[in-house]
C-alpha cells in the first residue's frame, strides 16, 4: 500500500489549497477514505471522510462550509479543497483508507501571514 499525499505549502489567511493524495497497492474504489490532520502539539484528528461511491460522510465541525472532499476512482485519488484558511488550519494532512493503519508521508500546511 503507498499513499502520496502533495499540495500542501504555505498560503496567506484566506487563502485556498488543494491537496491530492494518490494511493496505489489495494483496491482503491472499494474503500471509504479519510483526510486527518495533526498540528503542531495536537493529537492527530480527522477531517473528512468521503465513501466508496463517493458519498460525504463526515467534516469535521471547523472545516466545515470551507473544505469539500472529493475522490475520482478511475485515478486511485482523493482529495481535499480547502477555502478561506485560517491559522488553526496549520498541520500536516494526511490521507488514509478507512479501517486501515495506513498513512502517507503527508503533506504540510502553512497558513500565515
Known amino acids: 500500500v503507498q499513499l502520496v499525499e502533495s499540495g500542501g505549502g504555505l498560503v496567506q489567511p484566506g487563502g485556498s489549497l488543494r491537496l491530492s493524495c494518490a494511493a496505489s497497492?489495494?483496491?482503491?474504489?472499494?474503500?471509504?477514505m479519510s483526510w486527518y490532520r495533526q498540528g503542531p502539539g495536537k493529537e492527530r484528528e480527522l477531517v473528512a471522510r468521503i465513501s466508496s461511491a463517493g458519498a460525504i460522510l463526515f467534516y469535521a465541525d471547523s472545516v466545515k462550509g470551507r473544505f469539500t472532499i472529493s475522490r475520482d476512482n478511475a485515478k486511485n485519488a482523493v482529495y481535499l479543497q480547502m477555502n478561506s484558511l485560517l491559522p488553526e488550519d496549520t498541520a500536516v494532512y494526511y490521507c488514509?483508507?478507512?479501517?486501515?493503519?495506513?498513512w502517507g508521508q503527508g503533506t504540510q500546511v502553512i497558513v500565515s501571514s
Open positions: 488514509r483508507p478507512f479501517s486501515t493503519q495506513y
Open positions: 497497492g489495494f483496491t482503491f474504489s472499494h474503500y471509504t
